[in-house]
T-cell receptor, first 115, second 114 residues
Framework: GAGVSQSPRYKVAKRGQDVALRCDPI?????LFWYQQALGQGPEFLTY????????KSGLPSDRFFAERPEGSVSTLKIQRTQQEDSAVYLC?????????????FGDGTRLSIL | GDSVTQMEGPVTLSEEAFLTINCTYT??????LFWYVQYPGEGLQLLLK?????DKGSNKGFEATYRKETTSFHLEKGSVQVSDSAVYFC?????????????FGQGTTLQVKP
């Protein structure tokens, strides 16, 4: 596709359920990022992939959060045993190269609501 | 650690008014600086960037100058339009970063009235 695609656009889950959020980056993009954006705040970094390798997961808030990109393309962010504080918009971004000089292209995000 | 601080919004202006949105940062080394914009119902889009001190980024009539002495990257536009109504985010990428992760400010909402 022409841009970064995320699905679903909206997800409602009950506290304690597991959720999986999908990101399709721009074809051929090496770098992939996940960010979490709470209401009224700026995005906060969660994790970074270079191809299939997860090189930085310093922003993941707890061990309930897990991300993968097994074939270096599509990525999935999984949240286990969801809590109300996990409610946020989850943004995925990709960029063409592994250095920081290439712009990041963002998807429209998945809005997650935990009841 | 590295951080970005933006002026609080919302900022409400009349069409054709002059816009300034303040942004200051804290970082070690020589970060790259960015402004992203989020229009209603859309994803984040890169508006402009500057990679070294005294660089001026510009796009769509918006400008921002990388001021290392004041650690600032204020966004300006000479004459705003209703279509500029959006949320604006200032961000930095640490100079030492080998991943390219961005650190964002909290965002400033701009409302332009006709």
């Amino acid at each position: 596709g022409a841009g970064v695609s995320q699905s679903p656009r909206y997800k409602v889950a009950k506290r304690g359920q597991d959720v999986a959020l999908r990101c399709d980056p721009i074809s051929g993009h090496v770098s992939l990022f996940w960010y979490q954006q709470a209401l009224g705040q700026g995005p906060e970094f969660l994790t970074y992939f270079q191809n299939e390798a997860q090189l930085d997961k310093s922003g993941l808030p707890s061990d309930r959060f897990f991300a993968e990109r097994p074939e270096g393309s599509v990525s999935t962010l999984k949240i286990q045993r969801t809590q109300q504080e996990d409610s946020a918009v989850y943004l995925c971004a990709s960029s063409a190269q592994s250095t920081g000089n290439q712009p990041q292209h963002f998807g429209d995000g998945t809005r997650l609501s935990i009841l | 650690g590295d951080s970005v601080t933006q002026m609080e919004g919302p900022v409400t202006l009349s069409e054709e008014a002059f816009l300034t949105i303040n942004c200051t940062y804290t970082a070690t080394g020589y970060p790259s600086l960015f402004w992203y914009v989020q229009y209603p119902g859309e994803g984040l889009q890169l508006l402009l960037k500057a990679t070294k001190a005294d660089d001026k980024g510009s796009n769509k009539g918006f400008e921002a100058t990388y001021r290392k002495e004041t650690t600032s990257f204020h966004l300006e536009k000479g004459s705003v339009q209703v279509s500029d109504s959006a949320v604006y985010f200032c961000a930095l990428m640490a100079g030492s970063s080998n991943t390219g992760k961005l650190i964002f400010g909290q965002g400033t909402t701009l409302q332009v009235k006709p």
